[in-house]
C-alpha cells in the first residue's frame, strides 16, 4: 500500500470518527486540529485503524505520535512486517 | 476580595468547583471559580481579574485546550494537575450520532451518543425488538479484540499518569468490573467524582481545617442529585452483553437499568428498551 494510499485509508477512518472531511486530513494534521481528537477518540481511531489494516500497533507507541503522519508512518512499518 | 480558586476544564471540572462550593471552610476562605476549556462547556462562573486573583488552580489535562492564562498566574500559585476521566472500554462502539441535533450547553440532543452497530443495522431497515436482536447477535463479528482494547486503555492510563498530580484511575481500575463507575464513555459517576476532588483538596490545601462533619454533610448533598448535587448520570448509555460478558461486569445486567433524560425519554430503561423502545424505535409516521 503506497503511503497516499494508506494516508487516504487514515484520513477516512478519522473523518467518519470525527465527522470531519477526510480531504482536510493531512500528514501535518495534529489532534489539536480537530475538535473532539482526544485521548479517547484516539484511542477508538487506532483501534479502527489496527481493524481495517488487520495489523497491530505498538502500544507504548500510541501517545507519542505527533501528527497523522507519524500515524501513516508507523501503520506502514507494521504492514511492511507483516 | 477574596482570592480565587479556580477549577479549569470540562464538565468534571465544573463538579469539582460544585463539591467546593459545598464546603463552608473552603468557600469562606475563597472564590469559588470555574473556566471551562471548551465554549460549548458554558460560561466563566467567577468576577474580574481571574488570573491575578487565583490562590489555587485545578487544572484538568488532557480536554484538547490548556489552560489559557497560565503564564499570568502569580508564582505562588498553587498548581495541581488532574486528568480527564474517561473509559471507552465499556463503549468500543461509541460514534458521533449523525441523527444528533446538540443545542449545547444545556441541551445536547436525543441522540448524544451513538452506537455504530445499531446505527448500521438501522441503515439496514431495522429497529424496535427486531434491531435489538440484531444488535446483540451481530455484536461478535463487530466488536473489536477487547482483550487488545483493555491493553490500549492501560497505556493511556499510564501515559495520563505521567501528566497529572492527581491519580484517579488506580480507583477506577480496582472498581469498574463490581460498580457501575462510569454513565457514558466521558461521563464518571458522582462516586468517582467525589474522591477526585478529596485529592485535590488534598493535594493542594493539606492544612485545610476541614472538619468531618462538614466533609459528610457535602458528600451526602454531592451523592443526592435532588439534594443540589451535580447529576452526572443522566444519560447512562447502555452496554453490549458481550462487553459485560467479556470483562465480568457484575453490576450490569438485562434488568439494570438507564437514566435517558433526552427530548421525548421520561423514565429509566432496561437495556431492550433502550435499544428497542429509544435508540432503534421506527421513525414516527
Known amino acids: 500500500m ?23 486530513i493531512t500528514r501535518e494534521t495534529t489532534a489539536e486540529d480537530v475538535d473532539g481528537w482526544d485521548s479517547v477518540t484516539h484511542t477508538l481511531v487506532m483501534m ?19 501528527n497523522v503522519g507519524d500515524l501513516v508512518d508507523l501503520a506502514a512499518s507494521e504492514l511492511a512486517k507483516s | 476580595m477574596k482570592p480565587v480558586l479556580l477549577a479549569f476544564g470540562n464538565c468534571q471540572a465544573f463538579a469539582m ?38 490562590e489555587v488552580v485545578w487544572e484538568q489535562v488532557g480536554v484538547n485546550q490548556r489552560l489559557p492564562f497560565r503564564d499570568a498566574l502569580a508564582p505562588g500559585t498553587k498548581r495541581v494537575r ?37 446505527l448500521q443495522l438501522i441503515g439496514e431497515g431495522l429497529s424496535g425488538n427486531a434491531g435489538y436482536e440484531a444488535w446483540v ?15 490500549m486503555e492501560m497505556a493511556r492510563s499510564r501515559r495520563r499518569a505521567a501528566e497529572v498530580d492527581i491519580e484517579p484511575m488506580t480507583f ?5 468490573r463490581t460498580e457501575r463507575l462510569f454513565a457514558t464513555l466521558n461521563h464518571p459517576s458522582n462516586t468517582v467524582l467525589w ?14 481545617p476541614l472538619a468531618q462533619a462538614e466533609i459528610g454533610l457535602a458528600r451526602e448533598r454531592f451523592l443526592n442529585p435532588v439534594a443540589g448535587g451535580v447529576d452526572m448520570d443522566w444519560f447512562q448509555v447502555v452496554i453490549h452483553p458481550l462487553v459485560a460478558e467479556t470483562f465480568g461486569l457484575a453490576w450490569c445486567n438485562e434488568e439494570t437499568l438507564h437514566r435517558c433524560e ?24
Not at chain 1, 10 to 18: D, F, K, N, Q
Not at chain 2, 92 to 114: A, I
Not at chain 2, 172 to 176: G, Q, S
Request: charged fraction near 25%.
Open chain 2, 172 to 176: 477506577i481500575l480496582d472498581h469498574w
Open chain 2, 17 to 54: 468547583m460544585k463539591i467546593a462550593e459545598t464546603l463552608p471552610t473552603l468557600a469562606d476562605r475563597y472564590e469559588i471559580c470555574y473556566l471551562p476549556s471548551h465554549p460549548d462547556l458554558g460560561d466563566v462562573v467567577g468576577g474580574p481579574g481571574l488570573a491575578a486573583r487565583c
Open chain 2, 195 to 208: 474522591p477526585l476532588c478529596m485529592q485535590l483538596i488534598e493535594a493542594s490545601l493539606p492544612a485545610l
Open chain 2, 137 to 151: 447477535e451481530r455484536g461478535a463479528q463487530t466488536l473489536p479484540d477487547l482483550q487488545r482494547l483493555l491493553d
Open chain 1, 2 to 24: 503506497s503511503g497516499d494510499t494508506l494516508l487516504h485509508a487514515i484520513a477516512a477512518i478519522i473523518g467518519e470518527r470525527l465527522l470531519v472531511d477526510p480531504a482536510a
Open chain 1, 48 to 66: 479502527e485503524v489496527e481493524r481495517r489494516l488487520n495489523i497491530t500497533l505498538p502500544v507504548d507507541k500510541f501517545f507519542d505520535l505527533e
Open chain 2, 82 to 118: 488532574f486528568p480527564e476521566l474517561s473509559f471507552p472500554l465499556l463503549w468500543p462502539m461509541d460514534c458521533t450520532d449523525p441523527r444528533n441535533q446538540p443545542d449545547p450547553p444545556r441541551h445536547w440532543g436525543r441522540f448524544p451518543y451513538g452506537d455504530r452497530l445499531a
Open chain 2, 262 to 285: 433526552v427530548p421525548g425519554v421520561d423514565h429509566p430503561l432496561t437495556r431492550r428498551a433502550f435499544m428497542a423502545d429509544y435508540y432503534m424505535a421506527a421513525p414516527s409516521p
